[in-house]
């Protein structure tokens, strides 16, 4: 992949599971026409560093953690303060409407 357009990533991103193949993960805006799910996984990414990821809780109720993020090179970097290390996500492609991760 060429160099990654970090004004592509702030935002709220959802996992559209349905996209998914078994090279990629793809996530896409919050205001994105999904079909109807129990419960999505999603994350939102700020322009400071900040980062709310909203994992399936309880009845299907988003549960937030707030960590933060960084993007090095082709790879978005996650840190939550319960983790002793982070998670890296190797970033196959970004614009403003989707999100793929490689596998």
Known sequence: MSEININALPGKWVHSFEEDTD???????ENFGFPM????????LKNDGALTGFQIGINDVPAPGTGTWQLE????????????????FIIKEVSHEKLVFKI
């Open 37 to 44: 799910a129990r419960g999505r996984v999603s994350m939102e």
């Open 23 to 29: 090279e990629a993960i793809v996530y896409r805006p």
């Open 73 to 88: 090179g082709e790879r978005l970097l996650t840190k939550y303060p319960d983790q002793m290390d982070g998670q890296a």
